[in-house]
């Protein structure tokens, strides 16, 4: 147990709330409370979600124990369940306040224009400050064409600049390392992407695994219960008025649009067979119908 403790970031994870109420030291624990509270949103803002979730399990632990004290006095279980309603209040305050905050940095950023904006902000990411000489070196632009970028930077309120002798050291304002967050989630997800691609073309690349892997693509990508079909899919076409019942092969499918259409029209061409596929018949065989 104790050495499951030590792997918690947990604010004095020594003392056991029940223990203190007991002995009476209640600012110690709204001291505990608040600090922990404070912790645990660090570790969701920071997205340390190993760490977060040892933490949260290890709360939990100890806030079941603790609750036995309040169960036999509706009074004072009154006042915890307010305070858990209070809890999530805040909570949820702070994540819509967060999720704005960051819908607010991402429309100042796409409505600035500026150019280099984001290779600036990744290089102050990483080296926490510069001056103009150390960022014309790293992005490799002329000084006097990042003086004119670094201008309408700090129109953005991403980047500061902090006199230093005779220079200035630029490093990001909290604005700005809110954008390099989401820049770097956002680059996480297209190289995600990007890697996804570069599998799947290899797979249909290969005749030894195409027909497979368009086969799950197509299961995979069902929208609304509405199944993908391709050339070489089989059919079954049923008449509602007759109730006949025919199966058939899907030989080709063209797209069709007129200029009253709004949406181009697939047009599916099947040929009909029975019991086995005869490649032998012409296009007179051939049926169609609306994809």
């Not at 390392?177 to 290969?206: F, M, P, Q, T």
């Not at 079954?236 to 030989?251: H, L, N």
């Not at 047009?267 to 086995?276: E, H, M, N, R, T």
Request: glycine share 6%.
């Amino acid at each position: 147990m104790e050495e499951a403790v030590r792997m918690v970031k947990w604010i004095s994870p020594e003392d056991d709330f029940e223990t203190l109420f007991k002995n009476g030291e209640y600012e110690k624990i709204v001291r505990l409370s608040e600090e922990n509270e404070e912790l645990l949103y660090s570790l969701y803002h920071r997205k340390e979600n190993d760490n977060l979730g040892k933490s949260i399990k290890f709360g939990l632990f100890l806030m079941k124990y603790f609750k036995r004290l309040f169960v036999e006095e509706i009074r004072s279980l009154a006042v915890w369940n307010v305070g858990k309603l209070m809890g999530y209040l805040e909570l949820l305050a702070r994540l819509q306040y967060s999720s704005e905050q960051d819908r607010l940095v991402s429309c100042n950023a796409k409505y600035s224009g500026t150019k280099h904006l984001d290779e600036i902000i990744f290089a102050l990411e990483i080296r926490g400050n510069a001056t103009q000489t150390e960022l014309s070196e790293i992005l490799k632009l002329q000084p006097s064409t990042l003086s004119e970028v670094l201008k309408k930077v700090r129109r953005t309120g991403f980047v500061q600049a902090t006199p230093y002798g005779k220079y200035k050291m630029y490093s990001l304002t909290e604005e700005g390392i809110r954008y390099g967050a989401l820049l770097r989630k956002k680059k996480g997800a297209e190289s995600e992407y990007l890697k996804a691609i570069e599998v799947l073309n290899k797979y249909i690349e290969d005749e030894s695994t195409r027909d497979e892997c368009l086969k799950c693509l197509k299961m995979s990508l069902n929208i609304q219960e509405r199944r993908l079909i391709g050339s070489g899919d089989e059919i079954a076409i049923v008449d509602a008025e007759s109730g006949q019942y025919e199966k058939g092969m899907i030989r080709y499918i063209l797209n069709r649009q007129s200029n009253s259409q709004k949406q181009p029209q697939n047009i599916v061409i099947a040929q009909k067979y029975s019991g086995l596929k005869d490649d032998g018949l012409d296009d007179n065989d051939l049926d169609q119908l609306e994809a």
